[in-house]
């Protein structure tokens, strides 16, 4: 048996209230994928888009094993963010289980009221850490980061190409906020009608059954 590797876990594209959120897991040797930083970690949201897509190239040439979960508009407005996320890493490390002969830790990114607990018994014998801010101190975590913003960065880039520019998709964005004004209320399917964004923009009419929830941007 060859070395132990590490997993990493992060996502990308929770936030927006336009377009899918990826989470993706990265399994490989320390050392490669730290020698792919050189020695320095940095959060995805820090590098520039030319330096994110190399690395995350890179990384998916050399990594072991990465594995996605895509989940699209209609599935995050019907669940709790953190609940979808934590069902995720489930599926993500019940792969790795079965895939890599060996995985020595895996890292995460915090995902609140998440229990690690169960996910041990996953990975018997592994170490589960979770940890809030995990991509800027775990080489492994940051390259999960890399993949997932590499991955969602693309899919805003093709749905730009069927929807027009809607900037980034995030609330704050004033390119998002007026294409959304000029799309009114007949959504396309790539809007998160759960979002408090549409409500804030006027548009909450006929979308109540998200808000009586209290469901927000940040839940």
């Known amino acids: ?40 970690v940095r959060d995805s949201k820090r590098l520039s888009p030319r330096r994110r897509d190399k690395l995350a190239r890179a990384i998916l040439e050399r990594a072991e094993l990465v594995v996605t979960n895509r989940f699209p508009p209609r599935i995050i407005d019907s669940w709790n963010l953190n609940k979808l996320l934590g ?9 790795a289980a079965v895939t890599v002969p060996c995985v020595d830790a895996v890292f995460i990114d915090e995902i609140k009221g998440v229990n690690t607990a169960p996910l041990k018994q996953l990975l018997p014998g592994s170490r589960i850490v ?26 805003v880039a093709a749905l730009h190409t069927v929807y027009g520019d809607f900037g980034s998709g995030y609330p704050s964005d004033p390119r998002t906020r007026s294409w959304l004004l000029g799309v009114g209320r007949d959504l396309p399917p790539i809007v998160r009608r759960s ?9 909450g009419e006929g979308l109540t059954k998200f808000f009586k929830s209290g469901r927000s941007d940040e839940s």
């Open 87 to 95: 069902w995720g890493l489930t599926k993500i490390i019940a792969v």
């Open 130 to 155: 979770m940890e809030a801010g995990a991509d800027s101190r775990y080489a492994i975590v940051a390259a999960a980061s890399i993949v997932a913003k590499f991955l969602r960065e693309q899919h």
């Open 1 to 40: 048996m060859g070395r132990c590797l590490l997993l990493g876990i992060d996502e990308a594209g929770r936030g927006p209230v336009i377009g899918d959120m990826f989470q993706v897991g990265v399994a490989a040797d320390q050392d490669i994928i730290e020698s792919l930083f050189g020695g320095r």
């Open 195 to 203: 979002w408090k964004t549409l409500r804030r923009l006027g548009m």
